[in-house]
């Protein structure tokens, strides 16, 4: 059976504010696209301005380069069709709009009806609604063209069916979230089964400041069988034919990337994220304060995985308090990972803090002021290298961490991004893990030694936090799924220890706000989903 229409799936990984660097892109897509044959080549939600524009979007100077970049892809658009999303400045307001081009030619735009307001999204404050289904005839099979939140929900779909379509093209900025691909594909397999016709989701790919797009493009038959799927984390083409037949148009082919273990999605994501931002950015490299723990040790891991041993420079920073082990363990990583690596001992820094303070100090028994003091020494030398050679500073702290405030401000929270800041402490024990399984990276004792920050004789996280196997569950109840503490206690916590964390919770919020950005993989990270106020009178 010949086929009715062969369609293009293009996955790119687009910089938010590039139009003209991302019409080139996109210009060079529609080149491979008809290079192979295909009727129409389909690209993400707003691939021309990139996801999430933000407030970009009110610059008098950015809707005129967003303008510039839709005419020269819309002179490249010859001998095939092109769907491609791009904001559209019409009517006094902007729409989130997908624009059909054909011939060199604008054929037709549809807008994108259902504007998400959640978790990481602000779609209302920039866009206005559309309203009502758009049908072109490529090949001979009816498109209606949709934008990812129009299909979270069934109406959009349905009236696309209504209006002629046979088959429905899904133009997506889709962050990546753990298990988030499972819920996009039982989505669309719903909308399929429920107006009887196949459809094509297209996804970015690539790191934006916080949020991570995983590409994970993937097609489904009429039934909501998934027929295709992209891979994960990386950009590609895809073309897929659809033929006809007695129901309508069906996919014919496809492969299926696979599926990912939620850990090695994670670490994918990270890695995606850093390699972006310091890309994204032109930094020549990173910098990375290693301190012999678990925390660090992961993030030196992803640091190369993502840039390459060569832009990793790794500085071990001993006070008094640093053990042999530590010593032993951060030396024998970076030589393991090939990174430059150094050592500056803080004992010189840390024994003048402490003279300059003595006067003040006196009478005043030591306590966390005599450890802050250390991790800001510590943050002082690692910026200070940072702003000398270039490189970005990557801060190593974690979830766990940041959500009790057991971290200090301008020190080893000083930094540029915070690679694992939503990752808690039980998922870095499993990324580390994982990735040792692929090849034995952090050594064995930094996983099995008991977590310390070693700024005290003797310290360990437990003298200052419940067992994270305790925490962390607490904290995921409360930031991710908004339980009360009467909820959080009926799982079976003590109510004194529920309290406690969540008061440590609310406490910390001003220093949260002081953080670097970093890699959101959780259906609530600490960042754009989460916006608690620092001055408050709520009592968990």
Same mark, same amino acid.
């Given at each position: 059976?010949?086929?009715?229409?062969?369609?293009?799936?293009? +996955?790119?990984?687009?910089?938010?504010?590039d139009?003209?660097?991302?019409?080139?892109?996109?210009? #060079?897509?529609i080149?491979?696209?008809?290079?192979?044959?295909?009727g129409?080549v389909?690209?993400?939600? @707003?691939?021309?301005?990139g996801? $999430?524009?933000?407030?970009?979007? %009110?610059?008098?100077?950015?809707?005129?380069?967003?303008?510039?970049?839709l005419?020269?892809?819309?002179?490249?658009a010859?001998?095939?069709?092109?769907?491609?999303?791009?904001? =559209?400045?019409?009517?006094g307001?902007?729409?989130?709009?997908?624009?059909?081009?054909?011939?060199?030619?604008?054929?037709?735009?549809y807008?994108?009806?259902?504007?998400?307001?959640?978790?990481?999204?602000? #779609?209302?404050?920039?866009?206005?609604?559309?309203?009502?289904?758009?049908?072109?005839?490529a090949?001979?099979v $009816?498109?209606?063209?949709?934008?990812?939140?129009?299909?979270?929900?069934?109406?959009?779909?349905?009236?696309?069916?209504?209006?002629?379509?046979?088959?429905?093209?899904?133009?997506?900025?889709?962050?990546? &979230?753990?298990?988030k691909?499972?819920?996009?594909?039982?989505? @669309?397999?719903?909308?399929?089964?429920?107006?009887?016709?196949?459809?094509?989701? *297209?996804?970015?790919?690539?790191?934006q400041?916080?949020?991570? %797009?995983?590409?994970?493009?993937?097609?489904v038959?009429?039934?909501?069988?998934?027929?295709?799927?992209?891979?994960?984390?990386? =950009?590609?083409?895809?073309?897929?034919?659809?033929?006809?037949?007695? /129901?309508?148009?069906?996919?014919?082919?496809?492969?299926?990337? /696979?599926?990912?273990?939620?850990? !090695?999605?994670?670490?994918?994501?990270?890695?995606?994220?850093?390699?972006?931002?310091?890309?994204?950015?032109? %930094? $020549?490299?990173?910098?990375?304060?290693?301190?012999?723990?678990?925390?660090?040790a992961? *993030?030196?891991?992803?640091?190369?995985?993502?840039?390459?041993?060569?832009?990793?420079?790794?500085?071990?920073?001993?006070?008094?308090?640093?053990?042999?082990?530590?010593?032993?363990?951060?030396?024998?990583?970076? +030589?393991?990972?090939? *990174?430059?690596?150094?050592?500056?001992?803080i &004992?010189?820094?840390?024994?003048?803090?402490?003279?300059?303070?003595?006067? !003040?100090?006196?009478?005043?028994?030591p306590?966390?002021?005599?450890e802050?003091?250390?991790a800001?020494?510590?943050?002082?030398?690692?910026?200070?290298?940072?702003?000398?050679?270039?490189l970005?500073?990557?801060?190593?702290?974690?979830?766990?961490?940041? /959500? *009790?405030?057991?971290?200090?401000?301008?020190?080893?929270?000083?930094?540029?991004?915070?690679?694992?800041?939503?990752?808690?402490?039980?998922?870095?024990?499993?990324?580390?893990?994982?990735?040792?399984?692929?090849?034995?990276?952090?050594p +064995?004792?930094?996983?099995?030694?008991?977590?310390?920050?070693e @700024?005290?004789?003797?310290?360990?996280?437990?003298?200052?936090?419940?067992?994270?196997a305790?925490?962390?569950?607490?904290? &995921?109840?409360?930031?991710?799924?908004?339980?009360?503490?009467?909820?959080?206690?009926?799982?079976? %916590?003590?109510r004194?220890?529920?309290?406690?964390?969540? !008061?440590?919770?609310?406490?910390? &919020?001003?220093?949260?706000?002081?953080? $670097?950005?970093?890699?959101?993989?959780?259906?609530?990270?600490?960042?754009r989903?989460?916006?608690?106020?620092?001055?408050?009178?709520?009592?968990?």
């Amino acid at each position: 059976m010949a086929a009715a229409l062969r369609i293009a799936l293009a +996955q790119l990984d687009p910089t938010v504010g590039d139009a003209p660097g991302n019409a080139r892109r996109v210009i #060079e897509c529609i080149a491979a696209a008809r290079a192979r044959g295909a009727g129409l080549v389909v690209l993400p939600e @707003l691939v021309l301005s990139g996801y $999430p524009p933000e407030d970009l979007l %009110f610059h008098r100077g950015f809707r005129r380069r967003v303008e510039a970049a839709l005419a020269s892809v819309t002179a490249a658009a010859t001998g095939i069709d092109v769907l491609l999303g791009y904001p =559209e400045y019409a009517d006094g307001t902007i729409y989130n709009s997908a624009a059909w081009l054909r011939d060199g030619a604008v054929l037709a735009s549809y807008r994108k009806q259902a504007l998400p307001n959640y978790q990481v999204f602000d #779609e209302k404050r920039y866009f206005t609604a559309g309203s009502g289904p758009l049908v072109i005839t490529a090949g001979a099979v $009816p498109v209606a063209p949709l934008i990812c939140e129009d299909v979270w929900k069934p109406g959009p779909a349905a009236a696309a069916r209504a209006a002629g379509a046979a088959l429905g093209v899904v133009l997506n900025a889709s962050p990546y &979230e753990q298990l988030k691909q499972r819920r996009r594909e039982a989505e @669309l397999g719903r909308r399929a089964r429920e107006t009887g016709m196949p459809f094509v989701y *297209v996804n970015l790919v690539g790191g934006q400041d916080e949020l991570v %797009f995983d590409g994970r493009s993937f097609v489904v038959d009429a039934a909501g069988t998934v027929v295709h799927r992209a891979p994960a984390f990386a =950009e590609s083409l895809d073309c897929l034919d659809f033929s006809d037949g007695p /129901a309508g148009p069906g996919p014919a082919g496809g492969t299926l990337a /696979a599926a990912l273990d939620p850990d !090695e999605s994670v670490y994918r994501a990270i890695v995606t994220g850093v390699r972006d931002y310091v890309g994204k950015h032109d %930094f $020549p490299g990173v910098v990375i304060g290693l301190s012999g723990g678990i925390d660090s040790a992961l *993030v030196l891991a992803l640091a190369v995985d993502a840039l390459g041993a060569g832009r990793v420079h790794a500085v071990m920073l001993p006070s008094r308090y640093t053990s042999t082990m530590s010593r032993e363990d951060a030396a024998a990583m970076a +030589q393991g990972l090939g *990174v430059r690596y150094s050592v500056i001992p803080i &004992e010189g820094m840390f024994e003048a803090t402490l003279a300059a303070l003595a006067a !003040e100090f006196a009478g005043r028994p030591p306590d966390s002021t005599e450890e802050n003091i250390q991790a800001r020494c510590r943050g002082m030398v690692l910026m200070a290298i940072s702003n000398k050679t270039g490189l970005m500073l990557l801060t190593t702290g974690n979830k766990s961490e940041m /959500a *009790v405030g057991y971290a200090t401000l301008y020190g080893d929270m000083a930094g540029g991004y915070a690679p694992i800041k939503d990752c808690s402490k039980t998922l870095v024990y499993r990324l580390a893990r994982w990735r040792n399984a692929r090849g034995a990276v952090i050594p +064995q004792r930094v996983i099995e030694r008991p977590p310390s920050a070693e @700024l005290r004789d003797n310290q360990l996280d437990s003298d200052s936090l419940p067992a994270y196997a305790i925490l962390d569950p607490i904290l &995921e109840a409360f930031i991710e799924d908004d339980l009360s503490v009467d909820e959080i206690v009926a799982q079976g %916590f003590e109510r004194a220890t529920v309290v406690r964390v969540l !008061e440590l919770v609310k406490r910390n &919020e001003y220093k949260r706000r002081q953080a $670097p950005p970093g890699v959101r993989v959780s259906r609530r990270a600490f960042g754009r989903d989460w916006r608690y106020p620092i001055t408050s009178g709520y009592r968990p």
